[in-house]
């Protein structure tokens, strides 16, 4: 690949392209005369290539490339959609990142693609939670958080309306009998007084 970053593939002319297919070809182990669709006859060699079934093979070989795609999840702006652009854009920030690692040589063997890629992904694991971090995001510790947070000071009060119907319950509960239960529960005597008054009305 060489020191330098390569170009933008949008910036490169139609001779810079072709040599870039070329060049990826050859890491993928595709072989440009088996898309020559020349019978004979003069012309060059790759006068009568199938250009888009070539960069087709290509493009299918990046897609199944795993450096290139695991690496696209790690890297701004880099999609691994398996497009000249989006590739040539995966090797412009990987060659950063081999320079940014402290290696002084070139970014071209497998090992400094693999390089590359295994430190995208630990970097990218040590922004994960760990499982003690998980933990204390239980419900029981964030409640048991909380309760500790609060200022004991601030005590709860009931209201004088939830009071009253505790008042009421207890009557009921402690009267002497069924029949004698909330004899002096004002609201049960105004609906037994009202009532009674129904029945007369009909008598």
Do not use: C
Request: net charge positive; hydrophobic share 25%; charged share 30%.
């Amino acid at each position: 690949m060489g020191r330098d970053k390569p170009k933008k593939y949008g910036k490169m002319n139609y001779q810079q392209k072709s040599v870039y297919h070329d060049k990826l070809a050859k890491k993928y182990n595709i072989n440009k005369d088996d898309f020559n669709s020349a019978q004979g006859g003069g012309g060059g060699r790759y006068d009568n290539i199938n250009q888009g079934a070539y960069e087709k093979a290509i493009k299918n070989a990046m897609r199944n490339d795993f450096d290139y795609r695991t690496s696209a999840q790690h890297m701004d702006g880099v999609k691994g959609k398996a497009n000249f652009n989006d590739f040539a854009k995966y090797e412009r920030e990987a060659v950063k990142l081999h320079k940014q690692a402290g290696n002084e040589g070139d970014y071209s063997s497998n090992k400094d693609i693999t390089g590359v890629t295994n430190n995208l992904v630990k970097d990218y694991n040590k922004t994960l939670a760990t499982q003690s971090d998980l933990d204390n995001m239980s419900v029981d510790n964030q409640i048991a958080d909380a309760q500790e947070s609060t200022d004991s000071s601030s005590s709860y009060q009931e209201s004088d309306r939830l009071k009253q119907a505790k008042e009421r319950v207890q009557s009921f509960r402690g009267a002497s009998d069924a029949s004698a239960a909330g004899n002096n529960d004002k609201q049960r005597n105004q609906a037994a007084s009202g009532f009674a008054k129904y029945k007369l009305n009909l008598a």
